[in-house]
């Protein structure tokens, strides 16, 4: 009856039906009556934890260690009994922040990191991915095993069977199929599927009814009940060595090691992570989960131990594989439909496991791995795309049927070297690497990105390489070598006895190192820097939850009726009645009845409370007569986000008000400036008319004088209007040369600039005030020998700063007795003209006044005193029009012995000579 | 009896007009091209009238015709400020510190005459 078409046909039948149960459980939830909105049904689900690993691999495990196969369950069962608000607080977290699966928690807690995202993506996949390929094998050999009925064959050994023949390909590929079918029909914005949660109970129903079916007929079809089993058991030394638990010290650390790794396993493995946190519908499901779900692993456990002894009673040295006792005892007893229906529960075990495993992996791939990848690449331009809902569909098809060819592939090349358990812990061992940073991302506000990423990079390639190498190189596929010399031949790095550690089965050894690794870097890395902004921020979001933001927890509302017989029963009622009565009078009322039941009645209420028997105790009092639940972590997020964007907008008031006071700053200065501009003009243009006038008065005056008297004698006259003439003279002259300051000055001047050759200049010059020099018997000696001195500059202009240097000198020489005199000299880079006379000097502090305007050197410091001739502009003047061509002048003296000054020009490339350096010059 | 003024100021052609200005109305005619000879010439020659320029070299117009103040001996002294700064502080500067006029250059001669005639009448 068992031939392969029946068996096939069954589980076609079999997937169609779950597949059915899912529609309709999806077409329920389109239309808002949810058929998993059930505790229940959260429970059973749950039950994807028991995979063939459990279904088949448990009574494998009992029969070569007795209870050994247990921690595995008792782990979970110490997570959900003593420790459900860890998961209950990742719920809540989970579902604030629409995480959508452990590789997005992780990313999220830690800043949103794409790149955490993507690490946790890859551990997953590849610690994963081995546990894939045990259910490929548990469903192809259990096929293989049911084919050959009635005969018990114990399957080929993996990777024997010629690839088109190999029953796991194709199971491999159907279940990719079913599982593109289920988990990717359509796109679900809360990233929930209700109908494969809908189909995972009703196959954790299955598996469980078919492994208890198997351990009623053992136990009372063939057997008289466990008694029996037992006692046969007991007279058989090799079998009754079952019986007993640990025998040696390394087994109870084995067991120690095992409850540890599955009670993180059952938190953290992508698949349970997806059911018990993503798939929640409801927290308060968890309440009946934290026993139901024990109780179903109590349930599936009952009758591992009698029929693994059965199987040993029964098989004894017949070469049957102990991980088949549940499906081969039945067959060995021909009872079929038992057997199909065994058959049809590990089918259902693994079914679960991989559709829900790879749901979750694809849509960590696409959302944590591809989809960054893919936004990055600008040719794509799927970032501007409007509707990415197809591709990101097609991606997670494709990630579906990648995982499974990888498992499939680690099933070919490695499956054979491990019993079933063994696969399944290497599985366990990779993601506990998780639980570090997602307990302690939950518990601990300090953890950073960086402190994430290296602890788990380095329990990653730990696992890796003191568990998953080895257990490539125990299969063939790398040479051993490095198992038993370590890598290198250094025996310290022995993958299975790294650094020496001995004495501990492999799994142990991995877990040992892997987590202090990853749980000291994690640490390490993290304290090395304080948590950036968006990290605190997360980190508020997912450690403090609505207390931690200093936000009023209450929402809800208990009137004095429900909180003073409260606060009395721990403050005795009197007191308590006083405190009301205080709190009433605050409000301006007068009597404790008149008191509203609303949220600052509570909150006085739990304040009262939290004096007495502290602040947890009194929220938990209170909580137990508030009507309504504290503040969702939504409305707290919503909060925190409007607190955020306050505290973003005073930091833009300060930014506006600091930038307003360095405005202010730099508008006093400029103004301060401005006013300094203003009063300096305001001198200049007093000076000015200060020498305007004083010519003028002359001018005035003798006018007048000879207008009013005709009759003034003929020397006096000429006298007189000698003196007018020459006050004009000075008059146009101080005119002109403040119009020529100011256009310089101002930028205006018009400029011819030329090669000038210096000496023709100063010969030029010097011509000039020939005359001047004779009447006033002064001496003036050239330097001619510097012909060909060329620089660039306005002719005329440089003639004026000459001729005033020059008559500058001759002002001040004494008459008779001065000398003047003219040197010209280059370096290669400049040329320097020096005009030096021995009239009286200037004192050192008048140096730099006398250039400027209106200040002239008369031997003191005072202002436009004792009247040199001239207007005390030609100096200023001389400087402005030097400068003008990147030139310097500047006056060398000593009171009383003399005065030189000097201005040099850059040389102009070219000249007769550019390298001669002569003297001559100061 | 003539009236002896004391011409102050460093411009040489305007000491000339007011020399040939003051002598030609009849008064006796002292001068000084700096502050210090001021003060020194005034104390010999006890003048009824200080004409007196502000910007001069060694002291300035305004410290001479403090320092006149302060001689007991010419106390009767009228002085007038001759200056070519014709702001409105210096104005105010000059006779509060203890000039009688205070004239702008360039003056006009006749009022000038008259004014010191009016000072010494």
């Known amino acids: 009856m068992l031939q392969s078409w029946v068996i096939v046909l069954a589980s076609f039948l079999y997937l169609g039906i779950l597949f059915a149960i899912a529609w309709y459980a999806d077409r329920r939830a389109d239309t808002g009556r949810s058929l998993i909105a059930n505790p229940m049904v959260y429970a059973l689900s749950l039950g994807v934890y028991c995979t063939t690993w459990t279904f088949y691999g448990s009574v494998g495990r009992a029969a070569a260690s007795g209870i050994g196969f247990l921690p595995i369950y008792l782990g979970p069962t110490l997570l959900f009994a003593l420790a459900g608000f860890i998961l209950h607080k990742m719920i809540r977290v989970a579902k604030a922040n629409r995480i959508t699966s452990i590789a997005d928690f992780v990313a999220s807690r830690y800043g949103k990191s794409q790149l955490l995202g993507g690490l946790v993506t890859v551990i997953a996949v590849v610690g994963v991915i081995p546990y894939i390929a045990l259910q490929l094998k548990a469903v192809s050999n259990s096929f293989a095993i049911l084919a050959s009925y009635p005969e018990i064959v114990m399957p080929a050994t993996a990777g024997a069977v010629p690839l088109i023949q190999d029953s796991a390909l194709y199971v491999a590929m159907i279940l990719a199929a079913f599982t593109i079918l289920f988990g990717t029909r359509h796109l679900d914005a809360t990233e929930r599927h209700e109908g494969m949660v809908a189909a995972i109970a009703v196959e954790s129903v299955v598996k469980l009814v078919a492994f208890l079916a198997v351990g009623v007929f053992v136990v009372w079809g063939m057997h008289d009940g466990v008694g029996d089993i037992f006692a046969q058991a007991a007279a058989i030394p090799e079998v009754a060595r079952r019986l007993t638990t640990a025998d040696s010290p390394a087994a109870y650390g084995t067991w120690g090691t095992l409850i540890f790794l599955s009670l993180f396993a059952s938190l953290l493995l992508p698949r349970q992570f997806q059911i018990a946190v993503v798939e929640n519908v409801d927290e308060s499901h968890l309440r009946r989960a934290v026993w139901l779900f024990p109780f179903y692993l109590f349930l599936i456990n009952l009758f591992v131990l009698p029929v693994a002894l059965a199987g040993m009673l029964h098989f004894q040295g017949a070469g049957v594989d102990a991980d088949t006792f549940v499906l081969t005892l039945p067959m060995a007893h021909q009872q079929e439909g038992l057997a199909l229906f065994v058959y049809i529960g590990g089918l259902s075990a693994a079914t679960g496991m991989v559709i829900v495993e790879t749901i979750a992996l694809s849509t960590m791939v696409c959302n944590d791995l591809v989809m960054p990848a893919l936004l990055r690449l600008p040719m794509l331009g799927l970032a501007t795309r409007a509707d990415l809902s197809g591709l990101l569909l097609e991606i997670r098809r494709w990630a579906i049927a990648v995982i499974l060819g990888l498992g499939y592939l680690y099933f070919r090349v490695a499956g054979e070297a491990y019993a079933l358990v063994s696969i399944g812990l290497i599985s366990f061992a990779a993601v506990a690497q998780f639980a570090p940073v997602v307990i302690g991302g939950l518990f601990w506000k300090g953890g950073t990105r960086d402190g994430a990423l290296a602890g788990l990079a380095a329990g990653f390639v730990l696992w890796a390489y003191t568990l998953l190498l080895p257990s490539f190189a125990k299969s063939g596929w790398l040479p051993d070598g490095f198992i038993a010399h370590g890598l290198f031949g250094i025996e310290l790095l022995r993958p299975q006895h790294l650094f020496g550690l001995t004495g501990l089965d492999e799994i142990t050894h991995c877990l040992v190192w892997s987590l202090l690794v990853n749980l000291g870097a994690y640490i390490g890395v993290s304290l090395q820097r304080v948590p950036n902004l968006r990290e605190a921020r997360q980190a508020t979001l997912f450690v403090g939850g609505a207390e931690a933001a200093g936000i009023p927890g209450w929402r809800g509302s208990a009137g004095v009726a429900d909180l003073l017989p409260l606060a009395g029963r721990f403050l005795g009622l009197e007191r308590a009645q006083e405190a009301f009565a205080r709190h009433a009078r605050q409000r301006g009322l007068k009597a404790i009845e008149e008191l509203p039941a609303d949220t600052r009645l509570v909150n006085f209420a739990e304040t009262l409370l939290a004096g007495a028997i502290g602040s947890a105790s009194a929220r938990a009092m209170v909580a137990s007569v508030v009507t309504e639940e504290p503040l969702g972590i939504d409305e707290v997020m919503n909060i925190l986000d409007e607190a955020s964007q306050v505290r973003a907008y005073t930091r833009e008031l300060e930014q506006k008000s600091l930038e307003l006071t360095r405005a202010t700053a730099e508008l006093r200065e400029a103004n301060a400036r401005l006013q300094q501009l203003d009063r300096m003009k305001d001198d200049f243009i007093s000076t000015v008319t200060h020498e305007l006038r004083t010519p003028l008065t002359s001018i005035r005056a003798f006018s007048e004088m000879l207008q009013e008297d005709p009759k003034i004698d003929l020397p006096q006259r000429v006298r007189f209007l000698g003196i007018i003439v020459s006050e004009a003279v000075r008059l146009s002259r101080l005119i002109n040369q403040i119009l020529d300051l100011a256009k310089l000055e101002s930028g205006r001047a018009e400029w011819t600039v030329a090669a000038v050759d210096v000496a023709e200049v100063i010969r030029e010059a010097a011509e000039s005030l020939t005359v001047l020099f004779a009447e006033k018997h002064v001496i003036l000696e050239l330097d001619g020998r510097e012909a060909g001195l060329i620089v660039l500059a306005d002719r005329d202009r440089l003639m004026q700063v000459m001729v005033n240097l020059l008559s500058n000198a001759l002002k001040f020489v004494p008459a008779e007795s001065g000398r003047v005199k003219v040197g010209v000299g280059g370096t290669t880079h400049e040329v320097r003209v020096s005009v030096t006379d021995n009239g009286p000097g200037i004192q050192a502090e008048d140096q730099d006044m006398i250039f400027d305007k209106f200040r002239q050197g008369a031997g003191t410091s005072d202002v436009l005193t004792d009247k040199p001739q001239g207007t005390g502009l030609g100096l200023p003047i001389s400087r402005q029009i030097i400068e003008y061509f990147n030139g310097r002048l500047w006056v060398e003296s000593t009171l009383g012995a003399g005065a030189c000054f000097v201005f040099a020009l850059p040389r102009q490339a070219g000249d007769n000579d550019a390298s001669k350096s002569t003297g001559g010059v100061p | ?121």
């Open chain 2, 1 to 121: 009896m003539s009236h002896r003024i004391l011409i102050v100021d460093d411009e040489p052609n305007i000491v000339i007009s007011l020399e040939y200005l003051m002598k030609k109305e009849g008064f006796q005619v002292a001068v000084a091209t700096d502050g210090e000879t001021a003060l020194q010439l005034a104390a010999e020659f006890v003048p009824d009238l200080v004409l007196l320029d502000v910007m001069m070299p060694k002291k300035s117009g305004f410290e001479v015709c403090q320092a006149l103040r302060a001689v007991p001996a010419l106390v009767a002294t009228k002085i007038i400020m001759l200056t070519a700064k014709g702001r409105e502080t210096e104005v105010t500067k000059g006779l509060a510190l203890g000039a009688d006029v205070y004239i702008t250059k360039p003056f006009s001669t006749k009022d000038l005459v008259l004014q010191i005639k009016s000072l010494l009448a």
